[in-house]
């Protein structure tokens, strides 16, 4: 079975730009979370979609938007990008039909995000 | 405001020694992972605990969870290099958020 793939991998964007990352999950999961993890801060929790629906959002500005494919895939969108949005974009996919806990959350590589 | 604290930050160690990470939190937690990050890779999956004082052992790392389920340890023993890496913590509260801590970075040198 194939893991959890991000892209693109790198990223350099300016100040003011959008970008928009992309991941697909394992077959057969259709739970996708996004995290954002910086040095200071960690792995902090962005959103959370099932079914093409947005289950759950961490605390971030609505410049972090995300959605989802049918086919379980899964974008997230930074509109307007500051300095401080460089970091290590982080998305995991699960079954999504039973509690965290219940179930192992597989982590892509990542998509790392410099903003000059 | 939910927050899991991990401790040290940072550890440098030799090879062969010991080592325990800490992970505390004022809240509850229904479980508790342990993830393990490499440089360009996302966390991998450890061990999840759930039940208050519960111990597994995963070859040389054993991990607790606390009688309490507010904190957690990650016990390593006979360090080798290839335990080099980020260890990270998370609590899932048994809804559909899961918290992690910033991070214990070890490294293990030959």
């Known amino acids: 079975k194939a893991g959890v793939t991000q892209t693109p991998r790198y990223l350099i964007k300016t100040r003011g730009q959008q970008v928009t990352l992309s991941c697909s999950p394992i077959?057969?999961?259709?739970?996708v979370s996004w995290y954002q993890q910086t040095p200071g801060q960690g792995l902090q929790f962005l959103f959370e979609y099932f079914s093409e629906t947005q289950r759950n959002k961490g605390n971030f500005p609505g410049r972090f938007s995300g959605r989802q494919f049918s086919n379980s895939r899964s974008e997230m969108n930074v509109s307007t990008l500051e300095l401080g949005d460089s970091a290590l974009y982080l998305c995991?996919?699960?079954?999504?039909?039973?509690?965290?806990?219940?179930?192992?959350?597989?982590f892509g590589p990542g998509t790392r995000l410099l903003v000059l | 405001t939910q927050l899991l604290e991990q401790s040290p930050q940072f550890l440098s160690i030799q090879e062969g020694e010991n080592l325990t990470v800490y992970c505390n939190s004022s809240s509850v937690f229904s479980s508790l992972q342990w993830y393990r990050q490499e440089p360009g890779e996302g966390p991998v999956l450890l061990v999840t605990?759930?039940?208050?004082?519960e111990v597994k052992k995963l070859k040389r790392l054993t991990f607790q969870f606390g009688d309490a389920r507010k904190d957690s340890s990650l016990h390593i023993t006979a360090a080798q290099p290839g335990d080099t890496g980020l260890y990270l913590c998370a609590g899932s509260t048994g809804g559909f958020k899961t918290i992690f801590g910033a991070g214990t970075r070890l490294f293990v040198k030959a």
């Open positions: 995991a996919s699960r079954a999504g039909t039973s509690s965290p806990y219940q179930e192992t959350q597989y």
């Open positions: 077959s057969g999961h259709r739970s």
């Open positions: 605990v759930v039940t208050g004082g």
